[in-house]
């Protein structure tokens, strides 16, 4: 795991009538019982995730399984409406290090109609990731789009080239297995500096085929670290009808450090391991 980066969340809008429906995916490192219990890192985090009507959390580390549910009631505390629901994977990980991948989402707003781990029954795929993608299908009868799904998955550093190759056949079979073409791919990829060369890039297919859009670039810096400057974390869409409903230019990057005046030190002691 990396140890001097800490992201920001990125965002994206769909055409909604009258006003915008935002899907934000962010890395919140090592998110469990010591975050959970700092008041100052739950505000902080209900201050982001209520600008979303969706919210892909990465990179959860709680085995009591109340750190979640703790984030729920500051979103509907701080929202005042009992609006917020979740879903969350399994313990994600291959060795004794585990992690969760959770969706957040406005209950007023969409409804899930299906979700799935990809390896639960792939037998003959079982080491193709360290931990799994985890995959959504949603219900938006509000958004230009109804139904999408939305897939995030975190990379392993070591292998991030040879995940992100592999997860264009994930997508290809989401899209046989519910005949939908409106798919998302949004998370923590590590797809920049040390862990994606630049002739690891030629051979990733994801990456060169015509019907994925990637619409966070090379150059964007997904992280709040002074030091760094990596577009770690990605938004890649495939379908020309999910492309259209998204507002131009609004995939990007957003820095909650500058957004709400956050110092060096107080990013570093609430939103790194704590």
Known sequence: M???????????????????FKICTFNIKSFGEA????????????????????????????SK????????????????????MHLESKRLGKNSYKEQIVFIYRSDMVKIVNWYHYTDDQPDHPEDFVREPFIVHFHSPKT???????????TSPKGAAKE??????????????????NIMLLG???ASCGYVTLDEWKNIQLRS?????????????????????????????????????????????????????????EVRNYLQDI
């Open 209 to 265: 085929h015509n019907k994925f859009h990637w619409l966070i670039g090379d150059k964007d810096d997904t992280t709040v670290n002074q030091n760094t400057h990596c577009a770690y974390d990605r938004i890649v869409v495939h379908g020309e009808e999910f492309l259209r409903a998204i507002v131009p230019g609004s995939a990007m990057p957003f820095n909650f450090k500058k957004k709400f005046g956050l110092s060096e030190e």
């Open 144 to 154: 230009a789009i109804k139904d999408f799904v939305l897939m995030s998955h975190h």
């Open 2 to 20: 990396r140890d001097c980066a800490i992201f920001c969340s990125l965002f994206l809008l769909l055409q909604l009538t009258g006003a915008t």
């Open 188 to 190: 923590d990829l590590n």
């Open 164 to 181: 992100i190759n592999k997860l264009l056949q994930v997508i290809l079979d989401m899209k046989r297995r519910w005949k939908i073409e």
């Open 65 to 84: 399984g109340e750190a979640i549910p703790a984030l729920i009631k500051e979103l509907n505390k701080f929202d005042g409406v009992q609006r917020y």
């Open 35 to 62: 975050k959970a219990s700092n008041k100052k890192v739950m505000g902080t985090l209900a201050k982001i995730l209520t600008r979303c009507e969706i919210s892909v959390i990465q990179e959860v580390r709680d």
